[in-house]
């Protein structure tokens, strides 16, 4: 292919919509309602647009199908949140400041509306700053009785200005000499976010207010309302300290309290109640429809920033908590329950007042869990087996689920899900669009295979291009983390390399998530070791089942993904070219520099900063005599989490070696580099460079 072919054919994927979110609403008719919220990248104007459309479900010639409404795109729209009867939306949209300076925050409106109504347009000026939206803090909850509606926000910091400033009336005044002050913050993606509070919202006032009665050493996110209306749960993170990053990090200590609020919203809130008193670490609080119980997430585990997590469950009316599901250490058969493996729970997750629903990493899988709150570790599986790959439940209403599904060779789609007694029916909301590039993706085959011996196992996905070639190049790719995994789901950047010409691994080393907490735990202190020989066991038995050309390897990752990449190319020979994307080369200067520096520590096994050898030894970066693999290095400019030095490091001690090498540094962007032009660059790039050195 050439290169304005693969540019057209990446353009051509990343233009199918792709759902975020979807609320489950009654209909004035009684039927099924399915407002959802969709995404599509543009690449020619480099921005993701966001689109809503509304579903209903009806009966045509006999058979349950759903009617779609047109979309409605959402322009400068920062949130966007049907209430739970569907009758109202709020609406939040942010207006910059003409005299901002960098940093600053812009004005937020609250737009509410019922029915084709602007009702009320609310704004936070003089309130607060940024209004968190995101999948750790949370965004805007409504009261069931949709009269209230709580958020986290950044409070407007303290003014500062120049020492020669001129002074002017203001109260108060600004301080001077204080405008360039450090202030911690959350790390990557989180600038200028360091101390989120709690805010409530009173419509009828339409008043807005900062809860009194919250520890000021608390960082609050995650809210959710009682059925009660009047009582608020919520995670609180503290701020002793110093402040380490908190993306992709569930490692971080935090608790669950709750708050009472009266008929005065700004008098009348009762001292926060912490609940989770037992757990370490406690997110994603929710309460039961009938609002007699309180669910939450737990773990005890502070080392990796992700692992196995327990269901916790308080009775309300007795203050009895117990553990629903326990962690899982070692499975206790290759097809047994492997522990949960959630970040959040869905925002309304329960089926009845006594069963919830959510999705859990399996192995190399995301699947639907029902859990009964009446039983300990009583886990049903909802789909074992289907055409599908994964499942991701975005709402939960009494006896239903919306979800959605997708595969390696499948474009998501939005399906609902109804039980009646023990039996579930599954019906189509949206359609997958009617696109050519629909019918390539689906040619595409793909299996997972496992490795090792029971209960010592890993895994990878194997996925063969749908090109009419004997022996195509095989993409070797491990995923960052190194506690994350890869799942059967659809990814843009898989087809995108399947159509390309490649046939690929993405391999689940043991470290990876979903298969017990003791393969967790076994990788720390053994990186660049248990998962280097898991990455080769799997690049070797793939050859072995042929279909690919073994002179013709190449390899994709990034973070630590990008490292075990170094690792393998100084390590082995069976590379012809590698693309690492803000990789991990050097942890001894990572310790100093990272917005997370305990994860150099934890995971090599050093124990203090300054045990140089240990942390020199299983860096990539000191493996440069050996690696011999023309590079190419994908890096954002911005990245926290790994900052450019790591592969600026890299990049420079192969040149002078006189290794092919090439750089794309990427501007205004971080760890993830998720702009969509800026993906679609990196991606398309990484291609050519791997057809330069496969011909």
């Known amino acids: 292919m050439a290169e304005a072919e693969l540019a057209q054919l990446y353009s051509d994927l990343v233009s199918v919509p792709s ?7 009654p209909s004035d008719a009684g039927l099924s309602r399915v407002i959802a919220k969709f995404s599509q990248a543009d690449l020619k104007n480099d921005k993701g647009r966001t689109f809503v459309t509304d579903f209903v479900r009806a009966s045509v010639d006999h058979a349950e199908t759903f009617s779609a409404s047109v979309p409605n795109e959402l322009v400068d729209v920062h949130i966007y949140l049907p209430s739970p009867s569907g009758k109202h939306v709020a609406v939040v949209r942010s207006k910059p400041n003409p005299n901002a300076k960098p940093g600053d925050s812009p004005t937020f409106f609250l737009e509410i509306w019922s029915g084709n109504r602007l009702k009320y347009n609310i704004s936070t000026a003089g309130k607060h700053a940024h209004i968190y939206n995101d999948e750790w803090f949370g965004g805007l909850e409504w009261s069931l009785d949709e009269s209230r509606l709580a958020y986290a926000a950044e409070p407007e910091p303290p003014k500062s200005a120049s020492f020669w400033a001129d002074d002017k009336p203001a109260d108060p005044q600004p301080l001077k000499g204080h405008q360039y002050d450090l202030i911690e913050d959350w790390g990557e993606t989180y600038q200028n976010k360091a101390h989120s ?52 990090c569930y490692n971080r200590r935090s608790a669950i309290y709750t708050s009472t609020i009266g008929a005065n919203i700004s008098a009348d809130i009762s001292p926060a109640v912490h609940i989770s008193r037992d757990d370490l670490i406690a997110r994603s609080p929710r309460f039961s429809p009938d609002g007699r119980r309180l669910v939450w997430l737990a773990s005890q585990e502070t080392r990796t920033h992700n692992t196995c997590c327990s269901l916790r469950m308080l009775e309300l009316e ?5 553990t629903v599901v326990d962690v899982v250490d070692v499975l206790p058969s290759l097809d047994a329950f492997p522990g949960l493996f959630v970040g959040l729970l869905p925002s309304r997750c329960f089926l009845s007042a006594n069963e919830i629903v959510l999705d859990s990493q399996w192995h190399s899988r995301k699947v639907l869990l029902q859990i009964d709150l009446r039983s300990t570790n009583k886990v049903d599986r909802l789909q074992a087996e289907s055409r599908h790959g994964s499942f991701t439940a975005l709402d939960v209403r009494p006896a239903q689920v919306v979800a959605v599904t997708s595969a390696i060779n499948q474009l998501p789609q939005i399906i609902l899900g109804s039980k009646s007694g023990n039996a579930w029916t599954w019906t189509p909301v949206s359609e997958v ?27 990878y996905i194997s996925v063969q291009t749908p090109q009419d070639v004997s022996s195509p190049p095989l993409l070797v790719s491990a995923h960052g983390g190194p506690h994350s995994a890869f799942s059967t789901d659809y990814m843009n950047s898989i087809a995108f390399m399947c159509l390309s010409g490649f046939s690929a691994i993405f391999i689940n080393y043991r470290g990876s998530l979903g298969f017990g907490k003791a393969l967790v ?32 390897i190449v390899y994709i990752g990034g973070s630590h993904g990008g490292y075990l990449g170094g690792q393998l190319c100084g390590r082995t020979s069976y590379f012809k070219a590698a693309a690492l994307r803000n990789p991990v080369t050097n942890l ?5 520099s990272s917005d997370i520096p305990d994860w150099a520590l934890v995971e090599s096994g050093a124990s203090t900063r300054f045990e140089i050898e240990r942390l020199n030894i299983v860096s990539p970066i000191s493996l440069i005599g050996s690696n011999q693999t023309p590079t190419l290095f994908l890096v954002g400019d911005s990245d926290r989490r790994v900052p450019p030095s790591q592969p600026f490091d890299m990049y420079y001690a192969l040149r002078d070696r006189g290794v092919p090498t090439e750089m794309k540094l990427y501007p205004k962007t971080g760890h993830a580099i998720s702009k969509p032009e800026l993906d679609a660059d990196s991606n398309v790039n990484a291609v050519l460079w791997f057809k330069k050195y496969t011909k």
Request: glycine share 8%; aromatic share 8%.
């Open 19 to 25: 759902p975020q979110s979807a609320w489950l609403l």
């Open 197 to 248: 509070r709690l805010y409530v919202v009173d419509l009828a006032s339409q008043s807005i207010v900062a809860a009194p009665g919250v520890p000021d050493n608390l960082s609050i996110g995650q809210v959710s309302w009682a059925p009660d209306s009047r009582t608020l749960a919520y995670v609180g993170w503290p701020i002793d300290g110093r402040r380490l990053g908190i993306k992709y």
């Open 318 to 322: 007795s203050q009895v908590t117990t």
């Open 433 to 459: 669009a009617d696109d050519p590039i629909v019918a390539k993706v689906s040619a595409i085959k793909w299996d997972v295979v496992t490795l090792g011996v029971f209960p010592d196992i890993f895994q």
């Open 521 to 552: 735990d076994a990788l720390p202190g053994h990186i660049g070791e248990l998962d280097v020989n898991d990455c080769i066991q799997s690049i070797e038995h793939r050859l072995s089942a042929g279909q690919v050309d073994s002179g013709k």
């Open 588 to 592: 001894l200067s990572l310790v100093g």
